[in-house]
Structures are given as C-alpha cells and as structure tokens.
C-alpha cells in the first residue's frame, strides 16, 4: 500500500493535461458489449478503476488490450454473462454490464457493486426500469439476475431522483429494445451525453441526452465503435483549486469549463479568476479571498464530486462558509482528518460550517474515499511542514498520476510505500 508525502507551502503555476474523464470511460467500456467486435476508444487513463472494468469484460470472453492511452474491447467471443463479486467489489460502476448484458445477451448475472463509503446509493432505480422494460429481476445471494425472453421492450421510465449510472444503464439496454423508451428526470452530466454520443455512433437512435427527458427508439443491432474520451471535469476541477490554495496560477489543457460552470462561478466568488483560453481552462490567484456558501446539486449545478476539494480550500479562507451536501449522505468523513491539519469544520447533519484558518499544520492523515483523497492531497500542497495521506489506493481510483502533475507543477510531493 502507497502513501504520498507532501511538504507544503509551494507556490503551483505551468501546464497540465487533463486526463479522460473516469466517469465517462467505464460505461463505454461497458458499451462495448452492445455489439460483437471490436470497439477502440482513446484519451484513456490508466487508472485502477478502468483495469477493473478491463479485468470483468474479460472474465466475460472479451478480449482487451490497453496502451499509451488506447483501450480496445474486442466483444466477439463473450461467453459469460456473470459480473462475480471478487472483481465488482470495489467499483460500483460494474452495474453497468447490466443493461448491456440483458439487452444483447437476454441474461446477466451481476454481484451488488461496492466502491466508496459514501452512502448507500442503491440500484433499485436501475432494476425497476429494466422491469418496466420485461426483464425479470431475482435477487439472491448478494447478486442480481435479470434475464428476459425475447428482446427488451421499450417503456416510459420516470426517475424519483437523477441517477448518472441508472441513465447509463437503461439507455444502454434501450438501444436494442423494441419500440421506444422515454427517461424522464434523467441525469443531465456530461457523462451522459459522451455515453449517447457513442451510442449514436455506433448506430443507436438517440434524442434529448444532457437534459431531463432522454428518448431512445431500439435498432436491431449496433456495430462497434471509435470514440474519444471527453476531459475529467473533476480532475480538472481539483487542479483549478490547486491553483486557487497555493496562490497560484495552472493552465488545464483540454479542461472543458461548460462542464465546470458551477464550480467555476464558486471559485470566481472566492476570488479566483477562471476563464477559458486556447486549448483549454486557466484559473489563477488575484488577490483576497473570501468565503462562499455552496449546495451539491445535480449537473448543472455544483457537483458533490468537487465539494471535498472545495471544502478544503474554504479551510484556509477568511470567514465563515457553510457546505450543504443535498446528494450523499455520508460524504463528510474527510472533515475529521482535516480538522487534523488544523482546520476548524463543524457538522450537523447535511450542513459543514468552515470556519477559515490562518494556516495549516502537516500530519498524518488517512483517505477515506476518492475525493477525500483529492481534498487531503490539496491540503497538504498548503500545510506548513510535511502531511502524509495514507490509503491513496482510493485517490488511484480516480487520479491518473496525480503526484507527477503535482510536481510538474512545483509541488513537493513523493510517493512511497507505506
């Protein structure tokens, strides 16, 4: 296991490269399964996250192969239909074989996913939408298995809340359905869309993807596909704070600020300046800084994704902020290991009040989940003295070598062995 140690108080400025966004990739991974062949997609990161999802469609008779940021899913031969729980248990995107899997296959078997504690973030969404499309659904044994006779067939879907994977899922199994399906309260990221713009390469009929009603008439069949993977918004996100903590200045090559608006227009309120510039995002410090209130909200709004990162940042920032997270309910466990840096959070339920302090001190630290990791490694970067982050298997989840843009960019920051 892998640690990172950081000696704080570098000022961070040049260029870094934003890496394919984890969150768009692992369901066009899935996607793949949609048609027999071989899909390429690039702008990959190699991240632990991705070789998971390479390791399942494998077990599955996939052949994949992965280099210098191009990953092919060869599908021709797939010939188990089962997603086990010893390769699901750490990454809850697995469901996503789910949709496709039925949709193309008329079964699939798919062990409860796991991944970050941070809520409970059930599939029942997922589930009672593949029933509204005649799937039969069995639970037993700490798996699903779905299965129908025939073809899917499309249905009206009505979410009680967005759900990213669920709108994945369904519009993935729609493709080949009969008739047509309609997603109402359909997320909105642009994972999403990224996912529909694949999808409609490789043949699927698809309308009204980035908005809350998403229609999908099925086809017969798709053929495989090339597909570019769009920029990590939240790695890109994370760097435009980096820039803001350490008073710094970042240029974020391929960063997309229409994914980032929200987090954007928070940071501009701090006193960071963020704007858009050829090839890519800049954000800079200019001058004082001062507190802001924020709410987790679906896309477009500000994305429960950056709030760690956010949080973190507040913690050094005169005046009082106040977080509310309206998405997870147990997305606050890295408060108690910057409140070991020294910084002066308080909770009550869904709310955190940051109070800012003048400085903060290096220590020990131990990450959580995958944005924790990220908040705690900011941290760091503007500590007085050294903080180690242990337990960064989750930051790799998520980070495609953070540690090396970080030095790139004049961190003093060195992984080791723990």
Excluded at 132 to 151: D, F, N, Q, T
Excluded at 208 to 217: C, E, F, M, N
Excluded at 234 to 257: H, S, Y
Excluded at 372 to 392: E, F, K, P, Q, Y
Aim: net charge neutral; aromatic share 4%; with cysteine.
């Amino acid at each position: 296991m892998d640690k990172l140690v950081i000696r704080g108080g570098n000022r961070l400025s040049g260029e870094v490269s934003a890496s394919g966004a984890k969150n768009a990739v692992l369901p066009l991974m899935t996607s793949a399964i949609l048609a027999s062949g071989r899909s390429s997609f690039s702008n990959v990161p190699d991240l632990k996250d991705v070789r998971t999802m390479g390791r399942l469609l494998e077990h599955m008779g996939a052949a994949v192969s992965f280099g210098n940021g191009t990953l092919d899913v060869d599908t021709s031969n797939l010939n188990a239909f089962d997603a086990p729980y010893d390769l699901v248990r750490t990454m809850r995107a697995s469901v996503l074989v789910l949709g496709p899997l039925v949709a193309r296959m008329g079964s699939a078997r798919v062990s409860l996913p796991g991944g970050c504690a941070i809520g409970a973030r059930p599939i029942n969404l997922h589930l009672k939408g593949l029933e509204k499309m005649g799937a039969k659904i069995v639970l037993e044994g700490g798996y699903v298995h779905a299965s129908v006779s025939g073809r899917l067939r499309g249905a009206r879907i009505t979410f009680d809340i967005p759900t990213v994977t669920g709108t994945e899922n369904l519009m993935m199994a729609a493709a080949l359905a009969d008739g047509d399906t309609i997603i109402e309260n359909a997320a909105c990221e642009p994972e999403v869309t990224d996912l529909a713009d694949a999808l409609v390469k490789m043949g699927a009929r698809i309308s009204g993807a980035g908005t809350p009603k998403v229609r999908i008439t099925g086809v017969e069949n798709l053929a495989p596909v090339t597909h570019a993977v769009i920029p990590d918004r939240i790695e890109t996100g994370t760097f435009m704070v980096a820039a803001g903590i350490t008073g710094g200045d970042i240029f974020i090559r391929g960063g997309r600020l229409d994914h980032l608006e929200a987090v954007a227009e928070k940071l501009r309120e701090i006193g960071i300046v963020v704007a858009e510039a050829p090839g890519g995002v800049r954000a800079w410090a200019n001058g004082s800084l001062g507190a802001v209130d924020i709410k987790t909200m679906p896309f477009p709004g500000f994305p429960t994704d950056m709030q760690a990162q956010l949080m973190a940042f507040l913690s050094v920032v005169s005046g009082m902020s106040v977080i509310t997270e309206s998405i997870f309910e147990n997305r606050y466990m890295h408060v108690a290991e910057l409140d070991r840096l020294g910084a002066d959070i308080r909770v009550d339920g869904s709310v955190a009040k940051v109070r800012g302090v003048p400085s903060l001190k290096g220590a020990d630290v131990m990450a959580t989940d995958l944005r924790a990791s990220a908040s705690l490694v900011l941290a760091g970067l503007v500590a007085n003295g050294v903080t180690t982050v242990h337990r960064i298997y989750h930051l790799d989840r998520g980070y495609d070598g953070i540690e090396k843009k970080l030095t790139a960019l004049g961190a003093d920051i060195r992984r080791e062995r723990d």
